[in-house]
């Protein structure tokens, strides 16, 4: 029986084609942490669709509270409007949550601990990503030893199979490995159909043209590709 091994899943592609892999490789059990966002329904929605064609029956999803009380953020502050794709590529954008895949891998790390797993997957992409700082390969090196400090056996990894992939290298990957990418949900600002223009919107539109294949999802309005 393979061990178990803790992946988050937000619902989103990369964290979808992560978690295929997760639980192509070991007894996944999936981890989604709402925290006020602005599609939180939505997500949550696809998190639970994911893991039922991914049959994984080991899952906890549960909410953080302190992001929203803080805020600061596009995705958590209703003040803050979530920003077309023209503003891609210059410094941090205003959707970046302030340090929150820290409290995610916290989460993981405790939930690990419990149920003796050793992996925790995330499905983190360095380019073609939004340029949010807790992305880069150095957070995860350095997070992995905070977790080797501060659990009772220090065993505990966070892996990040798709960190140095393109976008359409995660598509294209998703694609072979049959992940539900028709489930997923990626847009920042809606819930009923995906807006196409958000910066994730169009990164995943960006990805599924340059893997050749067809996104699945229902779009509002199809914004300019280049
Ligand atoms: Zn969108």
Redesign the pocket.
């Known amino acids: 029986m393979p061990k178990h091994a803790v992946v988050l899943l937000s619902g989103g592609m990369d964290s979808c084609v992560c978690a295929a892999l997760a639980a192509r490789d070991h007894e996944a059990a999936a981890l989604h942490i709402s925290y006020g966002q602005r599609t939180e329904a939505r997500e949550l929605q696809s998190f639970h669709a994911i893991c039922d064609r991914l049959r994984i029956r080991t899952r906890m999803a549960v909410r953080n509270e302190v992001l929203k009380a803080i805020g600061g953020s596009a995705l958590t502050d209703e003040n803050i409007a979530v920003p077309e794709s023209r503003t891609l590529g210059h410094g941090i954008p205003v959707t970046y949550v302030p340090f929150r895949n820290a409290h995610f891998l916290s989460a993981a790390v405790s939930w690990a601990e419990v149920l003796g797993a050793t992996k925790i997957y995330i499905g983190a992409v360095e380019q073609d990503s939004s340029g949010y700082p807790d992305c880069r390969p150095a957070y995860y090196e350095a997070f992995n030893r905070v977790i080797g400090a501060g659990t009772r056996e220090g065993k505990i990894e966070v892996v990040t199979p798709l960190i140095s992939m393109r976008k359409a290298e995660i598509v294209r990957l998703g694609l072979e490995l049959g992940a539900p990418l028709d489930l997923t949900w990626?847009?920042?600002?809606?819930e009923d159909r995906?807006?196409?223009?958000?910066d994730?919107?169009t990164l995943r539109l960006r990805a599924f043209q340059d893997a050749g294949a067809i996104d699945p999802l229902p779009y509002a309005a199809l914004t300019e590709v280049v």
Not at 186 to 190: P, T, V
Request: proline share 0%.
């Open positions: 990626s847009c920042y600002s809606r995906a807006c196409g223009v958000c994730s919107c």
